[in-house]
C-alpha cells in the first residue's frame, strides 16, 4: 500500500454541488494531516488542517478516521474559482521529513 | 514580508551543465526544504535543512548538493544536469514551533535539461 493515495480525478463538477474526496494512508503513527491547494503552475498553500474531531472552514469540511486511516475533504456550494489541484499531506512527526504528499485530485468545476 | 522566493523561474539547461537554484526566506524558518514536482508523481523531498549549518537528504537526493550557510538562504546545486532532472522545483520552509507544521513554498523554477 503506498503511503499516502488519492484518486487523480478528474472530478468534474457543476458551480453549486458539492464534492468529496478521500484520501488514505499507510502509517498508522502519522501524526497529523493537512489539505492542501494548488493551482496550475502555481505552488501548494495550505488549505487546512484536518483535527481528530473533524472541522469547517466555511464551505470546506474537512474529518479524519484513524481507525480506516483515511481523511477526507467536502466542499458544498461549489464556485468556478475552486478548480484546482487539491494535495492530501500525512505527518508522522519532524520537520520536512515527516511529511509525505499526496499526488494529488484534480477537481474542475463546471459554470 | 516578501515570503519563500525563488530565482530563476524558469531555465533551460544542456545535459552536463550546472547550475544553482536560489531560495530565500525572510520569515526566521529553521526548516527549510527543497522538493521537485513531476507529473504522477506528487512532491518529492530532495534535501532539506533543520537550520544554518544542518542538512539532510530527502528521498531523492542523488545529483543534487545543498549548504545552508544561513537561516535565509538554501540554494540547490545540480552538479552535472541529466535529463531526468527536467521538474518543478519548489523550496520551501517552515517553523518547527508551529502547532501545524505549515509548509509554505516559493513560486518554483521550472527547469529543462536537454
Known amino acids: 500500500r503506498k503511503e499516502v493515495e488519492q484518486d487523480p480525478g478528474p472530478f468534474n463538477v457543476p458551480e453549486g454541488a458539492t464534492v468529496a474526496f478521500n484520501c488514505t494512508y499507510s502509517?498508522?503513527?502519522?501524526?497529523?494531516f493537512f489539505w492542501y491547494r494548488q493551482d496550475c503552475r502555481k505552488e501548494p498553500k495550505l488549505l487546512m488542517s484536518?483535527?481528530?474531531s473533524g472541522n469547517e472552514d466555511g464551505r470546506f469540511t474537512a474529518q479524519l478516521n484513524r481507525a480506516s486511516q483515511y481523511i477526507s475533504l467536502l466542499i458544498r456550494d461549489s464556485k468556478l474559482s475552486d478548480s484546482a489541484t487539491y494535495l492530501c499531506?500525512?505527518?508522522?512527526?519532524?520537520?520536512?521529513?515527516?511529511?509525505?504528499f499526496g499526488k494529488g485530485t484534480h477537481l474542475i468545476i463546471q459554470p | 514580508n516578501a515570503g519563500v522566493t525563488q530565482t530563476p523561474k524558469f531555465q533551460v539547461l544542456k545535459t552536463g551543465q550546472s547550475m544553482t537554484l536560489q531560495c530565500a526566506q525572510d520569515?526566521?524558518?529553521?526548516?527549510m526544504s527543497w522538493y521537485r514536482q513531476d507529473p504522477g508523481m506528487g512532491l518529492r523531498l530532495i534535501h532539506y535543512?533543520?537550520?544554518?549549518?544542518?542538512?539532510d537528504q530527502g528521498e531523492v537526493p542523488n545529483g543534487y548538493n545543498v549548504s545552508r550557510s544561513t537561516t535565509e538562504d538554501f540554494p540547490l546545486r545540480l552538479l552535472s544536469a541529466a535529463p531526468s532532472q527536467t521538474s518543478v522545483y519548489f523550496c520551501?520552509?517552515?517553523?518547527?514551533?508551529?502547532?501545524?507544521?505549515?509548509?509554505?513554498f516559493g513560486p518554483g523554477t521550472r527547469l529543462t535539461v536537454l
Open positions: 499531506v500525512v505527518n508522522r512527526g519532524g520537520g520536512a521529513d515527516g511529511l509525505t
Open positions: 502509517n498508522s503513527a502519522s501524526q497529523s
Open positions: 484536518v483535527y481528530s
Open positions: 520569515m526566521n524558518h529553521e526548516y
Open positions: 535543512s533543520v537550520g544554518a549549518g544542518i542538512t
Open positions: 520551501a520552509s517552515n517553523n518547527v514551533y508551529s502547532e501545524y507544521n505549515e509548509q509554505f
